[in-house]
Structure formats: structure tokens, C-alpha cells
């Protein structure tokens, strides 16, 4: 049985109804990805999207309320162990008694359906796109060749809207009676299946203006499964088409009328006349000159300078016996600008080897050569800026011509650029994406994809580290034909690293503003709190997705607002004299309890501009209540010594620095204010007589480090001699180390 199931392409799991899972076919694993020790720390709901999970937690729900089987009503989709994604029907079974009960989980792959149902629907999807944006009017007709839907085009064509388009049919605009029978009857074939394709001109007029419109109309039958399931009628709009030929036919003629007037512009010698006639182009240069000689003359002397030998040697060579030439020179008609003219000359000869006849066509190439000479120089000024450029530019057409690239290019990848010519595009990139790039790369080319941003690519630079550049492809396109391709590559390694750095930076901030114990939040001008972290929320008694609907004067106490805006419009004008930080009170949101803050506020700088503050919030109530616990329980102390006028006293073993409590300095008779604690002046105190057993008693208990205890008189600094019994203990550190005495004395002259 066992085997029967792993060879199953169902996957099957047999669960007990304490959750324990008994059984996994081997499909049941390969369909979610995972080892059979990997689906053991997880569930279903675990590893389907996040979409999907109330569906599978449904099924849970329907089992426990007693349904013995469920099943979803669509595939689920779960992320596989690799981060693909299954598409799977999901269905329970239960089986056995209550108490002995188990669930029997199948799942079948459905991915290649959603996937197909998915590519079914993008492709409706693209074919009502195209539909849709045709330039040409298209109309679909039902078998029983009315109307269904047309596209925009053929609302434009026809100036009708989207409900006309069921209340007529196409023939309704057709002008000619013979033209709205022939488009029926081809309508009617179609719908028969009995003719392929069909096309007509027809003349209609638009509905919404009468205006009249000349269009063409083919047909063809739409099929489905063998079945006629329409006519798909496609209008093409012939109105400027016609109007355009019609005015080109107009403009070919008077071309023609001034070609056959002017020519080109031509001359003829008549040799044994010694007559030469020329056209209406070049006729004004002579001013009417028909003798031989002196057009010569003429002809030669309207010839530049710098063109008048060249062309005065073609001439006599041609005339002398020679060959037919061809020549471009320049002449200074005159009154007029100088005119660049291409001329060719052929020259007859009659029997005897003279000259008969000689005929020369002139033609005024002065814009021609004025647009080759701009072009030269944009080409070359097109040139400047490819060599100029800061990116690196890459030219290239096909795989065996050789790249054109600049000296960007190759300063970038540490080349000269003679060396970036002789190396291939591969011979550039790392091995592991050699393949992969320059398929993409003509794969885009060849599929003729509209040029655009390649996205970040990796080079190899001469030196051997990876150069990351952003890679954007553009088209070449000359008289309407690409004639290649230009890569412009730019070096964005430092970009990359800059925001690697400003990302690590970003995450150190945010890890510090969420984990700092100290409550920080933003808050806008206004008073608005527009994010706070976690411990501010834990001070506040409120959540994190609460916090950002408060208002700031809304949750402190009624008192404290004035003081608190007024602290911060002193931070934000950056006055000095202002506190550091202030003392606030507010009211727990969750409980109600008053607690005490210290706040300090910075302004807070977005865009250049102060866009708010950001505060320091920290709870000091449990300190403040224990400052005053404190001061309190000093000052029954103090009273307390005072009545039994007992003083206490430190003495730090390392720096020699004395301390005394006021009560003591009451107590000896001295001044707080005024007396310098030093062991020099306790034993100018000490009586004369008691000073050197006072000194030997100390360094005794100083060399055994054991508590002391010794009476001795003491003259105060107000004039009164006391007797006093003083007392000390010395503490040390855990290592035995002294740290310092601590004593008390008491005055017990009346005693």
C-alpha cells in the first residue's frame, strides 16, 4: 500500500486528530517542497499565501464542527521550499470513529491549469488591448450579422457611439445602393463559411456630420472550433489617402509641366552653326548669348577662381578629341549668390573625327551641397559628442561588425581606447553572465523590442574587479530604418556603494529608534505625532498603530501644554537660555496613571527645511518619587542626628578627601562653607594630649583593617573644647582592596 501511494502523483497525508501527522506520500512532499523532516516544524497554513490562509483555517473549522469532508472550491497557492509557487487543490477527508479518527489530506497539482487559465486571460486581455488601439476601425458581427462591439476607431470612422452600434448596421452608411448590396452579400457568405476573405471601397457618410468618407472593407470569418462564430469586418479610412494622392498625382504633373519647361537645365552646340541654345535655368547666366565664342567666354569668366583651371583643362580635353566629363564647380552669377552646379558634358564627333555637336545638362546642386556640408558637420559635431561624452557610448549593428565605442567606455573598464576595439563584448563580462547578457541583449535586438533601460549589469575591468554600470539601449534610426544600436553604459559602482551605505545607516538608525530605551517620537509642527517607537508606547499606554492618530497637546496634562509648546518654539528658534529638557506629567491612556517625563526636543530637519520635532521621552516617575523618598528620609536623618547630635563622616583611602555631614561640622564647632576638610586640620582639632593616641589608634585599625573606636577632646573652631566619641568602619572592595572609612562621631561632653 505503501508503495501504491508513493508512486501516487496525489499528494496524500494521513494526520491524527491530535495534529500528529502519521503518514506523507512522497508527492505530497515534492509538491510543497520540503523533506519530510522540514514538514514536521510546519503547517499548511504555514506555507500558503497569506490570501489563501483563512480558506485552509475554513477546512480546519468545518472538520471540527463535523463535516467528514471538505475540500476548497479553487486551487490554493502555496510557496514551495525553493520560493516558487504551486497552485494545489486542497480536500479533507475524515475517517473512523470520534475517538479514533483520522484526517486524510490530498493535495493535486493544478499549477499548469491556473497557469494556462492565466495565459488565457492575459491574452483576452491583449487581444482587447489591440482591439481596442487598432488604428483601423474594426466591427464584429453575430451570425445573425448584426452588430456586436467595435473598436474607437470604428466610432471615429463611422461618427457613431457605442450605442448606435446596436441600432445599425454598417450598410445603413453606405451611399451607393450596388456598394451596400455587394458588402451584404459578402456579409452573408461569411456567415455561410463560404468565403475566405473579401475586401471593397466603399463611399459612406459619417453619421454625426454627413460628412462624406471613402474607406476600404475586408472580412473575414471568425471560426471557432470548427464553427462560424462571426464576421470580423476591418475599416480602413482611404478619405486623406486618396486626398493625398490626388494632390501628389497634381504635384507629379507640375513637376512634370516645369521639367519638360526647364529641365534640369540644359545647353546644345551646334558646332557648324557655331549657335549654342540653352534653357530657361541657366539662360539668364549668358544673358542671351548665342554665339559660341563669346559663350565661351562668358561660361568661363562665371567660373570661381579656384574651379576655373579644372574646369577650363575638362573642356579643352573633351573638345580636343577626348571623352564626355562630369564636374561640380562653383560660378558667381551675376546680382545673385554664388551657385554650386553638377554638369555633364558629352561631346559627338562626326566622321571625320571633328566636332559636331556638344550637350551639357546643368544642375543646381547648391542645397544638396549646403545639406552635405551640414550634415558633414553634424556628423562630425555628433562625433565630438560621442568622444565627449562622460558615459561610455557603445555603437553597434550586428554581431560581425566590430563595436564603435569612446574613451569614456574605455577609462571606465581601464582601457586604452585602441584595445576596446579588438575586444568582443563577451571578453568584457564575467564568465558567469557572459551567456546570459549577450543572449538578452540580441534576443531583444533581433525581436525588434523597443530600445529602453537594460536595468544594472556587471563588467570586468582590466584589472580584474567588477565595474557595476546601469546599461540603457537606444535605436539608430536614419530615414525612418535603424540602422543600429548605442549602448549607453554609466558607472554607478560608488552610487551602489553609496547606497549600500545610506541603507546599513538607515537600518542602524531604525534598529536604535526601535530598540533605544528612551521613548522618541516625531512629532509635526502642528502637533501631530507622526511615528514613535516602542518604548514611548509602553510609557504611553498605547500601541504602535494608535500612537500616529494622537495629537500631542491631547495626552499631556492640561497644565503642562502652554509650558511645553512654549519649550518647544524656544528649541526651535535654538534660544540658549532656554532648559535642555523639561518636566511633564500625563495620563496613562490604558490605566489612567499620571506618570512624570523629562522631554528633550530637537527640531527636526527634513528637505533642508524644520518640518518638527523630535523628542527624548524618558519616565521619571519611580525616580523622582525616589528622589523624594530620598530627600525626605535625609532629612529625618539629619533631624534625628541633630537630636542626638551624632555627625557622620567618609574618608576616601585612595584620594585622602574627608567628608563631613552638617550635623558633624555643627557638632565640631566649624563652618561648611569656610573650612577645608583635610586630615591636617581633624588633628589640628584634636586635643594636644589626645593627638598622638588619636594617630596610633587609626593606623592600627588601618594596618588589621578592623573598626576603630576611641573618646579624645576636640577643640572646635568656635573657641568650645568638646569631648567627642568617634567611631569607623573600613569598607573595602570584593577583592579586599580599601576603598574608605566610614564613621560617625557623637558629641558627649554632657554626657
Known amino acids: 500500500l505503501r508503495a501504491v501511494l508513493n508512486a501516487s502523483a496525489i499528494g496524500i497525508a494521513v494526520v491524527e486528530d491530535d495534529g500528529r501527522t502519521v503518514y506523507r506520500n512522497r508527492a505530497y512532499t515534492d509538491l510543497l517542497g520540503y523533506s519530510n523532516e522540514e514538514m514536521e516544524q510546519r503547517t499548511l497554513e504555514e506555507m500558503v499565501i497569506a490570501s489563501d490562509r483563512s480558506r485552509i483555517s475554513d477546512l480546519r473549522a468545518r472538520l471540527a464542527q463535523g463535516e467528514t469532508h471538505v475540500e476548497l472550491d479553487s486551487p490554493a497557492s502555496f510557496v514551495r521550499n525553493d520560493g516558487t509557487v504551486a497552485h494545489l487543490d486542497v480536500s479533507v477527508t475524515r475517517i473512523g470513529a470520534a475517538n479514533g479518527a483520522v484526517r486524510v489530506v490530498n493535495l493535486r497539482d493544478r499549477s499548469a491549469q491556473v497557469t494556462a487559465e492565466l495565459q488565457v486571460a ?120 486618396l486626398d493625398t494622392q490626388r494632390a501628389l ?29 540653352t534653357s530657361e535655368l541657366i539662360a539668364p547666366l549668358f544673358d542671351g548669348i548665342t554665339r559660341s565664342d563669346l559663350f565661351y567666354e562668358r561660361y568661363m569668366g562665371l567660373v570661381a577662381p579656384e574651379d576655373r583651371d579644372r574646369v577650363k583643362a575638362a573642356s579643352e580635353a573633351a573638345f580636343g578629341g577626348g571623352e564626355s566629363f562630369d564636374l561640380q564647380y562653383t560660378v558667381h552669377p551675376p546680382d545673385s549668390e554664388p551657385m554650386v552646379l553638377h554638369e555633364v558634358v558629352h561631346i559627338e564627333f562626326d566622321a571625320s573625327g571633328e566636332t559636331s555637336r556638344a550637350f551639357g545638362i546643368v544642375q543646381d546642386v547648391t542645397d544638396r551641397v549646403a545639406a552635405e556640408q551640414a550634415s558633414a558637420e553634424s556628423e562630425s559635431r555628433l562625433q565630438a559628442i560621442f568622444d565627449a561624452s562622460h558615459n561610455g557610448l557603445s555603437f553597434f549593428s550586428d554581431r560581425r561588425t566590430p563595436p564603435l565605442r569612446n574613451r569614456a567606455f574605455a577609462e571606465m573598464l581601464g582601457y586604452s581606447l585602441e584595445e576596446t576595439r579588438n575586444l568582443s563584448l563577451g571578453a568584457l563580462l564575467p564568465l558567469d553572465e557572459q551567456r546570459d547578457w549577450i543572449d538578452q541583449l540580441w534576443e531583444r535586438v533581433g525581436r525588434g523590442e523597443p530600445a529602453g533601460d537594460l536595468g544594472l549589469k556587471r563588467f570586468v575591468h582590466k584589472d580584474g574587479h567588477i565595474v557595476d554600470v546601469d546599461v540603457r539601449l537606444s535605436d539608430v534610426i536614419v530615414d525612418g530604418n535603424v540602422i543600429g544600436h548605442v549602448a549607453d553604459i554609466r558607472d554607478i559602482t560608488s552610487e551602489l556603494a553609496q547606497q549600500r551605505a545610506l541603507e546599513e545607516s538607515e537600518t542602524r538608525a531604525r534598529l536604535i529608534f526601535e530598540t533605544t530605551s528612551s521613548g522618541l517620537l516625531l512629532m509635526r509642527l502642528n502637533g501631530d505625532i507622526q511615528i514613535a517607537n516602542q518604548a514611548f508606547c509602553d510609557i504611553l499606554g498605547t500601541t504602535i498603530d494608535d500612537v500616529s492618530t494622537l495629537k500631542v497637546h491631547r495626552i499631556i496634562d492640561r497644565q503642562d501644554v502652554k509650558r511645553v509648546f512654549e519649550f518647544f518654539r524656544a528649541r526651535l528658534r535654538g534660544d540658549l537660555t532656554s532648559p535642555s529638557d523639561i518636566s511633564v506629567k500625563l495620563n496613562r491612556l490604558d490605566d489612567g496613571r499620571i506618570r512624570t517625563l523629562r522631554v528633550d526636543a530637537r527640531p527636526f530637519i527634513e528637505d533642508g527645511e524644520v518640518a518638527g520635532m523630535l523628542a527624548d521621552v524618558r519616565d521619571v516617575t519611580e525616580r523622582t518619587e525616589t528622589v523624594r523618598t530620598l530627600e525626605e528620609s535625609q532629612a529625618r536623618l539629619a533631624r534625628a542626628q541633630a537630636n542626638a547630635r551624632i555627625g557622620g563622616w567618609e574618608l576616601d583611602v585612595v584620594t585622602n578627601e574627608l567628608r563631613w555631614s552638617d550635623e558633624l561640622y555643627r557638632l565640631l564647632g566649624q563652618q561648611p562653607a569656610k573650612t577645608p576638610l583635610t586630615i591636617g586640620n581633624l588633628l589640628h582639632g584634636v586635643h594636644q594630649d589626645d593627638r598622638a593616641r588619636f594617630i596610633e589608634t587609626f593606623e592600627q585599625a588601618q594596618q588589621t583593617r578592623s573598626p576603630f573606636d576611641i573618646r579624645l577632646r576636640f577643640a572646635g573652631g568656635d573657641g568650645q573644647s568638646r569631648i567627642v566619641w568617634s567611631r569607623g568602619d573600613l569598607i573595602v572592595d570584593e577583592e579586599g582592596e580599601p576603598l574608605r572609612w566610614e564613621g560617625t562621631t557623637q558629641d558627649i561632653t554632657e554626657l
Open 122 to 241: 492575459e491574452g483576452e486581455e491583449r487581444f482587447r488591448r489591440i482591439f481596442d488601439t487598432a488604428s483601423c476601425g474594426l466591427l464584429i458581427l453575430g451570425t445573425d450579422g448584426l452588430p456586436e462591439t467595435a473598436n474607437h476607431s470604428f466610432l471615429d470612422i463611422f461618427g457613431v457611439t457605442s450605442d448606435d452600434i446596436s441600432k445599425r448596421s454598417p450598410q445603413d452608411f453606405i451611399v451607393s445602393e450596388q456598394q451596400r448590396s455587394d458588402v451584404t452579400e459578402c456579409i452573408e457568405e461569411h456567415l455561410r463559411g463560404e468565403s475566405g476573405s473579401c475586401a471593397h471601397v466603399l463611399d459612406i457618410r459619417r453619421l454625426s456630420d454627413d460628412a462624406p468618407k471613402t474607406v476600404s472593407v475586408t472580412c473575414q470569418t471568425l471560426m471557432n472550433d470548427g464553427e462560424v462564430r462571426g464576421v470580423l469586418a476591418e475599416f480602413t479610412d482611404l478619405t486623406e489617402a
Open 249 to 277: 498625382q497634381d504635384s507629379e504633373r507640375r513637376l512634370r509641366e516645369a521639367g519638360n519647361v526647364a529641365g534640369l537645365g540644359h545647353w546644345e552646340w551646334d558646332v557648324r552653326a557655331g549657335e549654342i541654345t
